[in-house]
Structure formats: C-alpha cells, structure tokens
T-cell receptor, first 114, second 115 residues
C-alpha cells in the first residue's frame, strides 16, 4: 500500500498563474477529499468525491478553484488564476465508505503564490 | 452546526510526564470522533477513533481518549510522553454514515516535549 500520493510537494508560482495539484488515492478507496490548511483557518474541507462524482463542493472558496476526478485513481485541484491568499498546504485524503471510515492523508502540497 | 474546539494552542511537557489534550465538540446526534497527529511536513495520521460502545478507546503509540457525552468532550491522554510525540494533534468530528460529507477539524494543539 503506497498510501495517498500527492504531487508536487512544493509549488511556487506568481500571482495570476494557473496551478494544478495532483492526487492519487489509495487503490480501492471510493471517497476522495481535498483539504486546505492555513494558520488562520486550520483545516478546511474544499470538496469531496464519491466514486469519482463530486458530492459537496461548498467549501471551494470561489470560481477560481475547480476539482476533477476523471477516474478512480486520479484527481486534480486547479486554481486559475492564483492569488497570494491561496498560499497554503493542500491535502488530499481518501477513505473507504466515507465518514464512517478513516481518512488517509497524503503528505500535502505546499503552495506559495508570490 | 458542528464544531470542534481545542482550547490549547500550544502545550509543553517534560519527557516522561503525563499528557492530556482537550477537545470539545458540538453536534446534535451521537458523533463520530477522531484524533489525528501531524508531524512536520507530513500529512495527518489517525491515532484513534470513537464510533460507539466503550467510551474509553485505545489508539496507536500508547494514546487513549475518553468520550464524555455529558461534557461534550473527547480528551486525548498518554501516561508517559516520549520526545517523538512532539507534533501537532487534531481532534475531529464527523457526521457519520458516509452521506453527510464533512469532517470538521479543530485548530490543533502543538505539543512540545522538553528533555
């Protein structure tokens, strides 16, 4: 079991650029979550998928953020255009059977927007 | 609305001393409760969880937590802290059932361990 794999580990970009974060969940897990962690707001759920279908995206801060899950083994979180306030650590997590199960987190992507 | 409060932002304990990290939650029904630990540069790792049954739950690395419904608390404890326990600890509450969607995390408690 390789765990949840996120790439890149670090991303530095300039304001206005497009940023794409990637996630490979644990094989067989049917739920995938994207979280954002900042000092001010802690861990916030952005969006989650069940069987590749977005279930709740109410945490997505604005239209600049979008997420996709084209298949069971891959998801992306895109920010376009990026802004300095998007700087944070973005975590992907997966689980089996949703909230009654345990979330397995990736190591995160640290995004810095200058 | 669900919420989780961890009143202590930062705690320092001596190695070998006992530890208790506080967590209070707000949720109308029986909650699903979790403690996660985050080491620097890493993702969160589950320490323990409570779904139902025995209110004292055991976790990994010698941690335990007790669910007290009357106090809406789920405090994390360890009888003897090791230097490797230095990390940030997060309490979380979930609605359960796989259909509610949102796992709410507290702001975290950073634990430092003195030699």
């Amino acid at each position: 079991d390789a765990g949840v794999i996120q790439s890149p580990r670090h991303e530095v970009t300039e304001m206005g650029q497009e940023v794409t974060l990637r996630c490979k969940p644990i094989s067989g897990h049917d739920y995938l979550f994207w979280y954002r962690q900042t000092m001010m707001r802690g861990l916030e759920l952005l969006i989650y998928f069940n069987n590749n279908v977005p279930i709740d995206d109410s945490g997505m801060p604005e239209d600049r953020f979008s997420a996709k899950m084209p298949n069971a083994s891959f998801s992306t979180l895109k920010i376009q255009p990026s802004e300095p306030r998007d700087s944070a650590v973005y975590f992907c997590a997966s689980s089996l059977r949703g909230l009654s199960a345990v979330l397995h987190f990736g190591n995160g992507t640290r995004l810095t927007v200058t | 609305a669900q919420s989780v409060t961890q009143p202590d932002i930062h705690i320092t304990v001596s190695e070998g001393a006992s530890l208790e990290l506080r967590c209070n939650y707000s949720y109308g029904a029986t909650p699903y409760l979790f403690w996660y630990v985050q080491s620097p540069g890493q993702g969160l790792q589950l320490l323990l969880k409570y779904f139902s049954g025995d209110t004292l739950v055991q976790g990994i690395k010698g941690f335990e937590a007790e669910f007290k419904r009357s106090q809406s608390s789920f405090n994390l404890r360890k009888p003897s802290v090791h230097w490797s326990d230095a990390a940030e600890y997060f309490c979380a509450v979930g609605a359960g059932g796989g259909s509610q969607g949102n796992l709410i995390f507290g702001k975290g408690t950073k634990l430092s361990v003195k030699p």
